[in-house]
């Protein structure tokens, strides 16, 4: 006969809130995904298609409620803007080969890399700045997981899309 631990501890893992929060934002980062790739002709719009209709199915509007759904835009955001980078990364490895195969100087992961570190020290500057500028109200906090959100998907975007040269 098995133990009940031997039967409760997979139920406990399976309902732990974790294990459901890795499968919303997986199925998160899939909508994003198809939405990029369905509006190639202005990705941007699909920016706060996740954190809209999570905030308008808050029972009662409140600010902790709605930073809570910037923020899980937001996580599904980075993991497309990791991926899209590791992707970025190896197209400009690939670059760098031909290039040195070529007699040419091989810098463009090392630059990408470069461009990345800036852009995060970039986002993170520019929303304290406006976290700051709100400093008086409890909305500096929505104004920072919104500003987080919004810059973390448009370097997502931009690192999706190719920029080599034809």
Known sequence: MKSLASILVPI???????????????????????????????????????????SEALPAENEEGVNGCYDR???????????????????AETYDADAKENGGDPEAAANLKKAQR?????????????????MDGTIRFTVYAACQNRMTAERAIELGQSDAPE
Do not use: G, M
């Open 12 to 54: 406990c893992l399976l309902a732990h809130p974790a294990a459901a929060a890795d499968k919303n934002l997986a199925s998160d980062k899939a909508s994003l995904e198809a939405c990029v790739t369905k509006s190639q002709d202005d990705p941007k719009r699909c920016i706060e298609t996740i954190a809209t209709p999570c």
């Open 73 to 91: 835009e937001s996580a599904a955001w980075d993991l497309l803007l990791n991926a899209n980078y590791k992707t970025a990364v190896k197209d």
């Open 118 to 134: 800036a852009w995060i020290a970039f986002r993170d500057a520019e929303c304290d700045r406006l976290y700051a500028r709100s």
